[in-house]
Nanobody
């Protein structure tokens, strides 16, 4: 069992930066691919970014490439999402999730992630 807890959300202005953190319980953090999803009102949950257990591979959704960076610190059981050049369309609830290894083709499918955090709200004003 893994418990995930996000933090770092808030209200910012367009162009600002924000860093989200996701801290996991348990001693098996290094086994999991970590990911950030987001969901805006009336929209489907979408993958923002994912990172392999040893940080050797990362994957980003098209809408955040070049602006967001995912990273992890396995010694601290924590994953991060550094968000830059924020836009109003980035407004959403951001969720941290984890799963055992999956090929890139499956990373974007929420159903494959066994553990989720409660979400943290990010609001970007224009």
């Amino acid at each position: 069992q893994v418990q995930l807890a996000e933090s770092g959300g808030g209200l910012v202005q367009a162009g600002d930066s924000l860093r989200l953190s996701c801290t996991a319980s348990g001693r098996t953090f290094i086994r999991y691919t970590m990911a950030w999803f987001r969901q805006a009102p009336g929209k489907e949950r979408e993958l923002v970014a994912a990172i392999a257990p040893t940080s050797d591979r990362t994957y980003y959704g098209d809408s955040v490439k070049g602006r967001f960076t995912i990273s992890r610190d396995n010694a601290k059981n924590t994953a991060f999402l550094q968000m830059g050049s924020l836009k109003p369309e980035d407004t959403a609830v951001y969720y941290c999730a984890c799963r055992i290894y999956a090929p890139v083709s499956l990373l974007s499918q929420p159903v494959g992630y066994g553990f989720w955090g409660q979400g943290t709200q990010v609001a970007v004003s224009s």
